[in-house]
């Protein structure tokens, strides 16, 4: 860890305060042509006293724009100091978690998972047409049936034909002869380049997919391929409590990830992250982003600098050693509440190092998943699965209720 440290409050604070003094002062300097200002004094009053102790609420009565990205080429220069932290939120999670040789990533925070994926499969879509002329039929989607649903947006929006490999129903993992017939079955068919989304924790079941088993499929038929990590719900979790692991910048195949600050990490919504070797993202630079200093190559524009710095917080809040510690809570529950299930002979499906517990819908009367708030892989009448994630609000004392009326259900049935 070189980036990550366990920094106490005071610090952050003043560190927060000297980047909000490197941004521009729109009440002493002249700024005649820059639509943005603070937040509307008439309704957020910015006088306050709490906000000298409250960095984060600052930074957003401030309202820095972090719009373009900020790990290469030149950047708009009104808010440079927190630029800074948003790049040293950057470094936090390219290397120290995602173990990338130093300054070989770039990346933003993005608006979240969905456009942390959009923006990878639409970087890859460019180079494989820049580099290689491919035509958009000759090009693939490949990803589980587990994968989220903002990569059918992608495939949508992209125009790019998507691929779903099915997954063995007791272990959500790829099925290997699946995946190499469908590939082959592709390439008959024209498909000469593969845009690969392997899982880091898929939304319903927490399940990582390994990528080299993708790489050596997509080598084997000659595909040119890209992999982007989704490690929307798991980059916060797996690669920290599984240190030992493939889905990082260490393992070559990698070549872009996505993290969600808004789920694990309890940062405000509105806050992703994207990362990507370097080369890559100026394949989506957009030309005509004349007005804006540097180089547009983000799917969002404007964005706002509060996001990075609430990353920021967290991160140097808890420390590598103080998340570790949260993270093994949440696993020691989620394994409490296993112990039971298994007790009880309910079905369920959990990744040893993520703290979700997917339990077969037909083993669980509805009532009680509707009263315990589980969440269905279906909203309808198809469900065949209900999930808990064990969040920091997710107590042992209510998963003991939970398990304790299964058990009741179970004996009157
Ligand atoms: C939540 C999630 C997304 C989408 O993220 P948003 O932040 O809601 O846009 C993408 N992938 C996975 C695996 C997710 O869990």
Redesign the pocket.
């Known amino acids: 860890m070189h980036y990550w440290k366990k920094i106490n409050f005071e610090e952050q604070r003043q560190h927060i305060t000297d980047a909000l003094s490197k941004n521009i002062d729109y009440q002493k300097i002249i700024t005649l042509g820059v639509p943005g200002s603070k937040l509307d004094g008439q309704v957020f009053y910015d006088q306050a006293t709490f906000l000298k102790e409250a960095p984060f609420l600052q930074s957003i009565v401030q309202n820095p724009n972090h719009i373009g990205c900020h790990t290469l080429g030149d950047s708009e220069p009104y808010f440079a100091g927190t630029q800074e932290i948003e790049r040293e939120v950057i470094k936090i999670l390219a290397e120290d978690i995602l173990k990338a040789e130093s300054n070989s990533c770039d990346g933003y925070i993005a608006t ?4 942390a ?1 959009i923006q990878a499969c639409w970087m890859y879509r460019n180079l494989f047409i820049q580099e290689y002329n491919a035509r958009l039929e000759e090009i693939l989607l490949i990803a589980s049936e587990d994968t ?1 649903y ?1 990569v059918h947006k992608a495939s949508n929006l992209l125009q790019i034909d998507y691929l779903s490999i099915p997954v063995h129903m007791d272990d959500r993992s790829i099925i290997a002869d699946e995946l190499e017939n469908l590939v082959a079955q592709a390439k008959q068919n024209g498909k000469k380049y593969a845009i690969v989304i392997s ?1 880091v ?3 319903m079941f927490g399940s990582v997919d390994n990528p080299d088993d993708y790489a050596a499929v997509l080598a084997k038929h000659e595909l040119i391929f890209k992999i982007h990590m ?1 490690a ?2 798991g980059g916060f979790i797996y690669p920290i409590v599984q240190r030992q692991n493939n889905i990082g910048f260490d393992n070559p195949h990698v070549s872009s990830v ?1 993290l ?1 600050a ?2 694990m990490l309890q940062a405000p919504y509105g806050t ?1 992250v994207f990362l990507a070797r370097k080369g890559l993202i100026q394949y989506v630079l957009t030309k005509e982003a004349k007005y804006v200093n540097g180089m547009d190559i983000t799917l969002s524009g404007s964005r706002s600098g509060a996001n990075a710095i609430a990353v920021w917080m967290i991160l140097q809040t808890y420390g590598p050693h103080g998340w570790l510690e949260k993270l093994n809570t949440l696993l020691y529950r989620t394994s409490v509440c296993c112990t039971d299930l298994n007790q009880l002979g309910i079905r369920y499906f959990r990744h040893p190092q993520m703290n979700i517990i997917t339990i077969r819908a037909s083993d669980m009367p509805g009532e009680l998943a509707q009263e315990f708030g589980l969440v269905p892989d279906s909203h309808g009448d198809s469900s065949q699965w209900y999930k808990i994630v064990v969040m920091d609000h997710v107590q042992i004392d209510v998963l003991k209720q939970f398990t304790e009326r299964l058990a009741a259900a179970k004996g009157s049935s």
């Open positions: 979240g998972g969905t456009e994926n989220h903002s899982n924790g898929t939304t989704d929307a719900f996505t969600d808004h789920k992703g």
